[in-house]
């Protein structure tokens, strides 16, 4: 089966994938522009360089986080990709501090959500000399978490705070999904337990306004309801996966909002085609 499926994709079937990589770095290394000229991703097998913009700067202004869009065919499911980051400085090119480590993504093997996969490859350092396996492991767990902290604050969930204008339902679960992929094979050094605790600790910070909409009570409009409880649903997978921590109180707020409502004018329960549409793959 899987030959035959091989032989297929070589036959003119080849998908293809979009890959977002996400970096971070040390705002204060930029500011000096004649000297920080910037930062490329270098895929190894084809010696392609992409270059990496900025994308947002976060409140403290210690961080900036770096992107980058990249295609990829997909064309079996042996299909490692190996890639790097390169930093310009002063007219050369030195590599990042991983040296003897090379960074790789199985493309098969990734969930991409409508063709896209966002790679969060926490925070990037310009250290010659010292290779990853010279680097603390203390100092490597302070980098995940730190990248962990910033990443998450990105994520921002419908709500009233935002006139329910965010990301929801599987957009969601997919974003959280890739976080916690990505992020245990950036930091394969670190023991994947401790790199998924360091997340978990986290993303309770997403849900924040949807608990504070259920205790504020100020929910109104059948739509944003409804919105109510596709988060909540989403909570409630994430509390299933082992993605978040909740306390008791929080879990009794998800399960007063995942109460369906029955519509007496058409005696159906609209809810249910709510979360329907918020999860297309579920049914």
Not at 7 to 26: A, E
Not at 240 to 266: N, V, W
């Amino acid at each position: 089966f899987v030959a035959a499926q091989v032989k297929k994709w070589d036959s003119g079937c080849q998908r293809k994938m979009d890959v977002i990589f996400h970096v971070l770095l040390d705002t204060s290394i930029m500011q000096d522009k004649e000297v920080f000229h910037g930062v490329v991703l270098k895929i190894s097998s084809k010696n392609e360089k992409h270059v990496l913009r900025e994308e947002y700067m976060y409140e403290d202004e210690k961080y900036t986080e770096l992107t980058t869009r990249v295609t990829f065919p997909v064309k079996s499911v042996f299909n490692t990709i190996y890639y790097e980051y390169e930093f310009k400085i002063a007219g050369c090119t030195k590599p990042e501090y991983r040296k003897g480590n090379t960074r790789c993504i199985n493309a098969p093997k990734m969930k991409a959500r409508n063709g896209i996969y966002h790679q969060y490859d926490g925070i990037i350092r310009l250290e010659s000399g010292r290779s990853v396996f010279q680097l603390e492991v203390t100092a490597l767990k302070n980098d995940a978490s730190k990248a962990a902290k910033y990443f998450v604050k990105r994520i921002h969930i419908s709500s009233s705070k935002n006139n329910f204008d965010g990301v929801t339902g599987e957009d969601l679960v997919s974003e959280i999904n890739f976080l916690f992929t990505s992020m245990e094979t950036a930091y394969s050094k670190i023991n994947f337990r401790d790199v998924r605790s360091m997340i978990r600790q986290r993303i309770p910070s997403v849900f924040k306004t949807m608990f504070e909409d259920m205790t504020a009570g100020n929910i109104t409009g059948e739509k944003n309801r409804q919105l109510l409880l596709i988060n909540a649903m989403t909570a409630a997978y994430c509390l299933k996966e082992h993605f978040i921590e909740l306390t008791d109180e929080q879990k009794g707020y998800i399960c007063l909002a995942l109460l369906p409502r029955l519509d007496k004018q058409s005696d159906q329960c609209m809810d249910i085609s709510a979360l329907y549409c918020a999860f297309p793959n579920a049914h």
